[in-house]
């Protein structure tokens, strides 16, 4: 059983930066990808960032967070980095860490319902 612990929420104003952490248990195998998603308050749960766990790092945005997160890994560490800067009240969400396994199609990654394992999550409020 693979587990995954967020780190790094907390209350920050708009237009600060804030790094989350997710340590994962165990190694997982190298064919997964790691990911974060986001949960605003009364909204459903979206896609943020990904990134494969081994091979070229290769990584995944919404457009709502690209160019200002970015996904990093640290596979020594077993650490998974999300990188925010540019903080905006829009960003305001639980955020949760999860991992898939690899698959042909990275759409795949997009999806909440084909990630296999899921951190407890982590909040991240921005206040303007």
């Known amino acids: 059983q693979v587990q995954l612990v967020e780190s790094g929420g907390g209350s920050v104003q708009a237009g600060d930066s804030l790094r989350l952490s997710c340590t994962v248990s165990?190694?997982?195998?190298?064919?997964?990808?790691l990911g974060w998603f986001r949960q605003p308050p009364g909204k459903e749960r979206e896609f943020a960032a990904a990134?494969?766990?081994?091979?070229?790092?290769?990584?995944y945005y919404s457009d709502s967070v690209k160019g200002r997160f970015t996904i990093a890994r640290d596979n020594a560490k077993k650490v998974v980095y999300l990188q925010m800067i540019s903080l905006t009240p829009e960003d305001t969400a639980v955020y949760y860490c999860?991992?898939?396994?690899?698959?042909?199609?990275?759409?795949?990654?997009?999806?909440?319902?084909?990630?296999?394992?899921w951190g407890q999550g982590t909040q991240v409020t921005v206040s303007s």
């Open positions: 999860a991992a898939a396994p690899t698959y042909y199609s990275d759409t795949f990654y997009y999806s909440d319902r084909n990630y296999q394992y």
């Open positions: 165990r190694s997982i195998f190298s064919s997964y990808v």
């Open positions: 990134i494969h766990w081994s091979g070229n790092s290769k990584t």
